[in-house]
């Protein structure tokens, strides 16, 4: 038990002392300024090419989102995550070795080259992160936690990160044992990390770009606007283009739906008129439930 206290506490200064890190040292492989930048750079697509022409550049919750997007990014992790699941997969993998079993690795990618373990890290993540999405929407107790982010009314990049910090422990709790079953030969999956934040971003900037026929396979800004749609179709009543990254399980697994374009298309879900505004009360709103 005191090796897991130590293990929790040690985590939590580690983590501090990285996060002074990053910011006081930019590198090309540095988590703080990649976001920074790339939130600089969808913002910026937004103020020249926006889709919505009347939607201020300083949008409705633009300033509670750009809140969400560091607290999501970062401080969660600081606040315990980071040492919550250290402790906890040090358990799990004791657990394990308990009933006899080293490790889960049951498909050995080690020997692939790098390029090739990132892209299948990529479409695995995304696909096992579809299913959860799914389930945020299906299971009404997950729901209560996911209407956080189905609050927006307004699309802006940093809506991405409007979420509740439940999610980060759903989807990486429910991520980690298929995850693990993959042995991968490499550590560093900040590519694929940051490419998620891009493309998310830009899922929920006020843009209207689709990328013509990439569209089937790459989630895109049209596509995600009719996730977030107020009424949904009557035979799709949980939800319609669950993707994060890409489109293409949608399409497979029948959940597409964009069936036209419009900008103005309301947001929200039904008796959203009574959902508080707050970063506090959003946080605590899923739990009284
Ligand atoms: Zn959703
Ligand atoms: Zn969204």
């Known amino acids: 038990m005191q090796d897991y206290i130590d293990l929790f506490i040690n985590s939590f200064s580690d983590y501090w002392n990285y996060l002074v890190k990053e910011i006081t040292t930019p590198s090309w492989t540095n988590y703080f300024y990649w976001l920074v930048g790339l939130s600089l750079l969808v913002f910026t697509l937004e103020i020249i090419k926006p889709w919505r022409k009347d939607q ?169 606007l009719w996730h977030h749609a107020r009424d949904l179709p009557a035979d799709h009543k949980y939800g319609v283009n669950y993707g994060l990254s890409l489109s293409i399980w949608d399409y497979l697994f029948g959940t597409a739906h964009v069936p036209y374009h419009d900008a103005h298309l309301e947001l929200g879900f039904h008796g959203d008129e009574h959902y508080p505004d707050s970063f506090g009360e959003q946080l605590v709103e899923p739990f009284k439930k």
């Open 56 to 224: 201020k550049v300083l949008r409705r919750d633009f300033w509670l989102d750009l809140f969400y997007l560091f607290f999501n990014f970062f401080l969660f992790s600081l606040v315990g995550y980071n040492s919550i699941s250290n402790v906890a997969v040090a358990a799990f993998n004791d657990g394990l070795k308990s009933i006899g079993i080293e490790n889960l690795v049951a498909i050995e990618l080690g020997s692939l080259p790098v390029w090739s373990q990132l892209l299948i890290m990529f479409i695995i993540a995304d696909f096992i992160q579809w299913n959860i999405h799914r389930l945020l929407h299906r299971v009404p107790r997950l729901w209560e936690f996911h209407k956080v982010h189905h609050s927006i009314k307004e699309m802006g990049f940093a809506a991405q990160f409007r979420f509740h910090f439940m999610e980060t422990i759903i989807y990486k709790s429910l991520q980690y044992i298929p995850l693990a079953m993959l042995g991968f030969g490499i550590e560093q999956f900040f590519i694929v990390h940051m490419l998620s934040v891009f493309i998310g971003h830009l899922n929920h900037a006020n843009l209207s770009w689709d990328y013509g026929p990439l569209k089937y396979i790459i989630n895109n800004p049209k596509m995600h």
